[in-house]
């Protein structure tokens, strides 16, 4: 079992800039790949991010490269992502997910509770 706790969301105007927390727990958590997912009003749940606890390259969906940074403390469990240069259409729940390494992210075997973010214009 993993569990998994987001913080950090927020209303923020656009431009400014937010850093979402995800604290994970349970006794294997190497065995799992972290990422981001964002659901907007009305739309489809998207995969934003994804890195892993052992380091290597990250995704990025396109609309974030170049804005978006996660990374994780290993000591601590947690999982960030730095959201800069906020754009009124980053407005969205944001969730934390684990996911078995090497498993596709069409769904991820753990969820948090979600985080809202909310950029105003």
């Known amino acids: 079992q993993v569990q998994l706790v987001e913080s950090g969301g927020g209303l923020v105007q656009a431009g400014g800039s937010l850093r979402l927390s995800c604290a994970a727990s349970?006794?294997?958590?190497?065995?799992?790949?972290m990422g981001w997912f964002r659901q907007a009003p009305g739309k489809e749940r998207e995969l934003v991010a994804v890195?892993?606890?052992?380091?290597?390259?990250?995704y990025y969906v396109d609309s974030v490269k170049g804005r978006f940074t996660i990374s994780t403390v290993n000591a601590k469990n947690t999982v960030y992502l730095q959201m800069n240069s906020l754009k009124s259409e980053d407005t969205a729940v944001y969730y934390c997910?684990?996911?078995?390494?090497?498993?596709?992210?069409?769904?991820?075997?753990?969820w948090g509770q979600g985080t809202q973010v909310t950029v105003s214009s």
């Open positions: 997910a684990a996911n078995r390494v090497g498993s596709f992210w069409s769904a991820p075997d753990y």
């Open positions: 349970g006794r294997t958590l190497s065995r799992y790949a």
């Open positions: 890195t892993s606890w052992s380091g290597g390259t990250p």
